[in-house]
């Protein structure tokens, strides 16, 4: 089993900063994709970025250039650094873990980003 615990949420104003980390523990797979979703109210749940045990990243349009994922694998650790801020960008952010070797799936509990002035 793996647990994920995101931190780092908060109130921001426009364009301002934010930065989240996701701790994974358990029994974690070394080749995986570590990635954070958001899902705002009345909308679906949808991909902002992801990041693979190699280093490899996607991001969603919405984000480009002003996201940046990045990853600590001695450490099991995700982070989204978040510029630029709008208030587009409210939502609850959710880490995810996809074992690409059990195709096992895992969310954290989320973490509320609000961007408001």
């Known amino acids: 089993q793996v647990q994920l615990v995101e931190s780092g949420g908060g109130l921001v104003q426009p364009g301002g900063s934010l930065r989240l980390s996701c701790a994974a523990s358990?029994?974690?797979?070394?080749?995986?994709?570590m990635g954070w979703y958001r899902q705002a109210p009345g909308k679906e749940r949808e991909l902002v970025a992801g990041?693979?045990?190699?280093?490899?990243?996607n991001y969603a349009d919405s984000v480009k250039g002003r996201f940046t994922i990045s990853r600590d694998n001695a450490k099991n650790t995700a982070y989204l650094q978040m510029n630029s801020l709008k208030p587009e960008d409210t939502a609850v952010y959710y880490c995810?873990?996809?074992?690409?070797?059990?195709?096992?799936?895992?969310w954290g509990q989320g973490t509320q980003v609000t961007v408001s002035s």
């Open positions: 995810n873990l996809k074992s690409l070797s059990t195709h096992k799936n895992y």
């Open positions: 358990g029994s974690i797979s070394s080749i995986n994709v």
């Open positions: 990041i693979t045990s190699g280093g490899m990243t």
